[in-house]
């Protein structure tokens, strides 16, 4: 985890200091954006800088023109780039291995002569914001002129990492405006964020994943009570280890005078799997729905379609968080869990019934939304096989 | 356009939270928390000491800081006394011995009230490891001391000891804790440059130089030991047990004794130990002119040169290496010529140990295949013999280097 590595911790001190100590607001962004390149190039190297530089370049001139078909044709190349680097074995191996082992053994071998041993840090966050950007851009939207702006809103360090996915019309006049004057109350919020955040990832998700790695070998032999501790804390350590990210990110833009937006609301407290989607990894989530399942006809085009769109929309979220099935599967599980919960009150005389239910008792909703979603975490974290034999032990099937 | 993001949970925290007070309370917790840490570390709290036993060792996540074990020296040994801090591995830690059997309890005994023996040897520790790291840490606070280690024959002494117990050894240096000693300078600079990274190094000048400041370690370790522990890991099974306070578990190794000696040692392990066994000489050795054994010059150069640089100089004379012999069982079922170049291993380790300047002794040799618990740890019964044997030779060096001159006691 890079935000527990000293060098950032050395970096982020000198940088916040150097920033405010900067006389004027304009000299600032020189200053951060010089950082933010620092950051990029002790953290990526230069394999991992050069393909998101060509990739920051076509994307500013592609914007810069405001053609349609320009910005269309960067977005499909951001998406490429994203497929090629993280998703190329995978790709091989799911559509190649089974028909022609040979061709697919040769094809992994071309790939791994051209690919750098990891993909490019932050690739699918470079990706999903250039998209964004484009997406934006083509609908209409200003693009960024000043590529100084521009080089902020690509490599922004604290978000670099591990998102939030931002919003350039959300970040550009936050920064802007956060630049100007330096506040205590921002220093404060900032380094409160900084502390939650690392209380949530070193205390509580590093403990809880040490649990789990010691605990979910013997699944089979502990007792219900022993099962279900495991999932509970699956599904505590998941939570802690992403928002405790996006808390860090969070804390030390604000230091800088940048609101980034939240990416986590209590999700555990969602009474039904739409509100939990509005709370969990919400800059995901929201990207997801307006660049995949809007642009696919939302739920315009009646129930079949909408299904798709939605099992489309969420197999590629899955697909997102790792180039291997089980989280394709974690995807689809959900898209059909809000499928269900987005129709399930159509169905005669029952559905109506459950419905009033829900909304009477409320505890129940939530209830059955968590057992939903913390069962789906055996999806996330293990391969098929496994999630299925410990969803069975789990409910004694 | 689409629709923006939350920029706010809509908690509002406005009741309780206030940015500048908070950050009043966070510079002053930090400065508190330091100076608790300095405090009860530099003072120790370890009350019911016995030795690092697996819970208060990096294998049950605890990582005992230099500060912390000198704390511990502070505690125990005045100024008067005559300092003996045990290092080395789990033979010397007391693997098989309960802890009112313990060789160094024994030790401790023979030795009688001018010494204070402490335990600090680590399971899977090298003689530079731990022990070391504190004794000389504390050569300015205790000039009387010796400081026994066990090791086998030509296993070099790296300088900076091995993980996970280097820790101590990075620590002690970044804070000038250790002497200036060309040698091992040499051999750091040789392991920054061949095995760290760059970050690595940052990250670790980086964490030694904050917790110089901040003491972050000193505070979680005396949290641990005498509140509550946050870790789990693998020693403490249960969930509640891994977060007692470390002060609750009792040092309760099993006693070989338990067990009849002829039950001891596994069959299912025989081939495994005789490889050991044999490799305590097999790489070191080839044959003389004369068909007798002889050390490879390469072996003795290598060694020469970590023995050379594994202690600064003037603190070679005051410390006793004892080199582990192997259970007898598995001794005698070596052939007679790798019997030979097992004793000339000894030998010449032994030898090789004192030219460097230290003093040095081999164990085991007269020890009976019930003195031991397994192929190399030693049961109560081997541990009285070794603590018979080091007593007698810390007296002598103890009377070499005048530690046992009367002077008065301090006010």
Redesign the interface.
Known sequence: MIFT???F??FAVLVVAGYWLVPRAAWRLWFLGLACVVFHAHFAGPAGMAPIIVLMIVTYLAGLSRDRRACLAVMALCVGALCFYKYTLFLVNAALEPWSPALAGSLRSAAKSVMPGAPPLGVSFFAFEFV?YL??VR???APIRNPLKFVLFAIFFPSLVAG?IK?Y??FLPSLEEGCVRFR??????G??RI?TGFAKKV?IAD?LT??VD?TQPHFASLGPFGRW?VVLALSGRILMDFSGYSDIAIGFARLLGV????N???PYLARNLQDFWQRWH??LS?WIR??VYIPLGGSRHGLARRVLNGLIAFGLCGLWHGPAWHFVLWGLYHGLGLTVCGSYARVPVVGPLLRKGFVREPLAGLALTQLFACTGWLLFFYPLPEAVQMARLLFGL | MSEPLPLSTGLDRSWFFRPKTFLAGLVAGLVLCSAVARRVSHRGYHDSFTRFTQVLSPEGQYFPTLEEMCGIARERCRPDQVLVIVGGNSIFNGVGQPADKMWTVELQRQLGGGFVVLNFAFRGALCTDGGAVVAEALRGEYPRQVYVANSSPFSPPHPYGADPYRYLFWEALRSGRLEAFAPRDEQVAWLKAHQYTRAELFDQWGRDEMDRALRFRDLWNWVGYTRYFTIPNPVTPTLPQATWARRRFADTEPDFEATPPGDRLRPEFRDAEMRIVRGFSEGFYDRGAGGEWRLKPSIRAQFERTAKSAFPDDLKGRTLIMLSRNNPFYVGLLSADERLRDSAAFRDAVAEWRKAGYEACDYGSGYDPADFGDRTHLSAAGGRKLAGQVAGLILEIAGKRGYLQKEPPPP
């Open positions: 590595t000293y060098w911790l050395a964004h997406f934006e609908s209409g939207g939030p919003r019309t959300q205590l109350d921002n220093l404060g919020e380094f409160l502390a205390i403990n040490l649990y010691a501790l609101t980034l937006p939240e986590f609301n209590w919400i800059s929201f307006d660049y």
